[in-house]
């Protein structure tokens, strides 16, 4: 893939066309992202051809900042931000760029983790699968933390399937490569054991919620779930995911989606939810929200 391959709708002079290929190259090589990570270099190509339409010609500047714009991506995942700039050099010649749409299955229960994803936006649910094909949402993972990320500790089997609830773009590293960084850096793995506590205590406060707390209460957490982890009033969900998720009957869900939506919380239309009182829902919502919050805040140092 090269620098041309973004220009079929711009028009640059032919020596301003090279410079910018030549700094399309050098930030691949920087980021070793050639002939892996399309979305990447798609977010290089784009920043490089804003700086060249602002009349930016130096092929370094333009791959010093288009490198940024990458980097800046990246520390959308509240994780990867925490980190120190050394140790997050450790991450960065092995982090690419990667989207999955709704549905992706990230990482399959009892196989080897082979990868770990930190969500820049979307939202990732960790599924319980049982004998029988039936399957009940266990934890989910947004851009405050990582799917995969035990592999750093150890080279492990997931405990769930990872699938992608809302679309997401990530940043993926191998876990070998995340295990070789882990074990340079101390804070790096300080931070993963941290995380490790937050998402335990989610899985054990959902099985909590599961068994004693109303549908009703449910249906609040888990969207106000959604709302932290994704920053988006409006969602692209189902209520018939919703209903697998919370391993209820998708006739309840949406019995239980009109009463919120005519008490004025939500608005709900075919295959996505808008929040309308997120203030409303902590409300309704039962105290594994809260629960659950405090948790997952208490992972990046100083909170």
Excluded at 44 to 58: N, S, T, Y
Aim: proline share 4%.
């Amino acid at each position: 893939m090269s620098m041309r391959q973004f220009l079929s709708s711009e028009r640059f002079d032919p020596d301003t066309t090279r410079i910018m290929g030549v700094a399309f190259e050098m930030a691949c090589v920087a980021l070793r992202v050639a002939g892996r990570g399309d979305i990447a270099k798609a977010v290089v190509a784009e920043k490089i051809i804003e700086l060249a339409k602002a009349g930016e010609r130096d092929a370094n500047i333009l791959c010093e900042h288009s490198l940024n714009e990458l980097r800046a991506n990246a520390l959308e995942n509240r994780l990867l931000a925490a980190l120190e700039p050394s140790d997050y050099a450790l991450l960065m010649p092995q982090l690419r760029t990667a989207y999955f749409s709704q549905g992706a299955v990230l990482q399959e229960q009892d196989a080897p983790v082979a990868h770990v994803y930190f969500p820049m936006n979307g939202l990732i649910s960790l599924v319980s699968i049982m004998e029988d094909g039936r399957a009940v949402e266990s934890a989910v993972v947004g851009r405050e933390g990582a799917v995969g990320a035990f592999a750093g500790l150890r080279p492990c089997n997931a405990f769930t399937r990872a699938t992608v609830q809302i679309p997401a773009t990530v940043a993926v590293i191998p876990a070998s490569h995340f295990q070789a960084a882990v074990n340079q850096s101390q804070r790096i793995r300080d931070l993963i054991l941290r995380y490790k506590e937050a998402l335990f205590g989610q899985v054990q406060q959902t099985a909590a919620c599961n068994a004693l707390h109303p549908l009703e209460a449910r249906l609040a957490r888990w969207l106000l779930q959604a709302f932290d982890r994704t920053d988006a009033r409006d969602l692209p969900l189902t209520q018939e995911a919703i209903a697998q998720m919370l391993g209820a009957r998708r006739t309840t869900v949406t019995f239980i989606a009109g009463r919120l939506q005519d008490a004025g919380l939500i608005h709900y239309r075919r295959g996505r939810i808008t929040f309308l009182d997120k203030v409303g829902l902590e409300h309704l919502a039962c105290e594994c929200y809260g629960a659950i919050r405090r948790q997952t805040e208490r992972v990046r140092p100083g909170d």
